[in-house]
């Protein structure tokens, strides 16, 4: 899709909009694809016409479409993302879409080429069919915490199907649901929301009361989390780390994706470390044994794990599958 080709009506219903340009090849798809919950996450939406994603900031509920524009005659480099906002947070979701889709993502020293000759080769060739692949930064601590504390301790399907009972229960239509975005478009609940949840719907989303009482725990100090978003990933992650039911894990999950993390490893995952282990050196490993691997790359060992993601790498299976769990008949 060019600019060109953005629908007229879209165009001039934006209440804000803006034209961010990447400086170089770009990938919204691989870029933004790890902020998704799966492919049914009620919050972020794909359409012909771009990407549509609905969220909360200080200024109240935002819905964003980013469409890929590639300027007809012109190289990659002029490869630009056309951004429109509607909502009262309109202008707050425009202005923090670059840094969203990766601006301040600098990968230079990754590919200096005296740091490529100390990567796996796998890596190497990864990274170059990659180069459009960037980190994403949404500065939104609530919108990450939440669905990753429902990911802690059970299986990705379980947890997302938690997830999207619980944002089509108690989430709200995107500004602008059903006209200028799709229909099907919600909002996260507010931490005042997911606050007033009672306890028998977290139960029928199947999420444990462990979980389900991790989750407010931290919003009651939702203000504070947010202030996170200022800080370093390091003080993010360890200032997370103080409250009872998040983890090293938790934390890692979440500074990956609201401050793009080059470095953040999700130790204690219940698939990782063997992933990791079986793409370096062929055999699977634990946690300790995966950060002694990736322990030459310290600055971007996110960025190795990224790479390895991409190269198509897939483990040998180990041993029988985690069971599923449900809890809502219980």
């Known amino acids: 899709m060019t600019i060109a080709d953005v629908p007229a009506g879209v165009a001039a219903a934006a209440d804000a909009s803006l034209r961010w340009h990447p400086g170089g090849p770009f990938d919204l798809s691989r870029t933004v694809g790890t902020l998704l919950r799966g492919h049914g996450d009620p919050s972020i939406r ?42 009262p947070g309109a202008a707050d979701a425009a202005g923090s ?21 100390t990567l796996p080769r796998m890596v190497v060739e990864a990274r170059r069919r990659n180069l459009a692949v960037r980190l994403p930064a949404t500065g939104r601590l609530i919108d990450s915490l939440v669905p990753t504390i429902l990911e802690q301790k059970v299986t990705v399907i379980e947890a997302r199907r938690g997830y999207r009972y619980l944002m089509y229960r108690f989430g709200t239509p995107a500004p602008g649901a059903g006209t200028v975005a799709p229909a099907n478009l919600l909002v996260q609940p507010t931490p005042e929301q997911w606050l007033r949840i009672p306890s028998w719907e977290w139960h029928k ?39 009872p039911g998040i983890g090293v894990w938790t934390a890692a999950e979440v500074v990956q994706r609201t401050h793009g993390c080059p470095d953040s490893i999700a130790v204690g995952d219940y698939h990782l470390a063997a992933y990791v282990g079986a793409a370096l050196t062929g055999r699977r490993t634990d946690d300790a044994g995966m950060l002694r691997l990736l322990a030459p790359w310290a600055g971007h060992r996110q960025r190795v794990v990224r790479m390895i993601g991409l190269s198509g790498f897939r483990k040998p299976t180990f041993g029988p599958r985690m069971t599923i769990q449900d809890h809502r008949g219980h």
């Open 46 to 87: 794909t359409a012909p016409d771009g990407l549509w994603m609905a969220f909360t900031t200080p200024s109240g509920p935002a819905t964003l479409r980013l469409a890929v524009a590639y300027p007809r005659g012109c190289p990659a480099a002029d490869t630009a993302v056309d951004v429109q906002a509607w909502g």
């Open 97 to 117: 879409a670059p840094r969203m889709l990766g601006s301040d993502d600098d990968w230079s020293a990754f590919d200096e080429p005296a740091f490529h000759a």
């Open 205 to 243: 989303a199947g999420v444990g009361p462990q979980r389900s009482a991790t989750v407010m725990r931290a919003l009651r100090s939702a203000v504070a989390l947010e202030r996170l978003a200022a800080l370093t990933a390091a003080e993010a992650s360890a200032k997370l780390q103080t409250i």
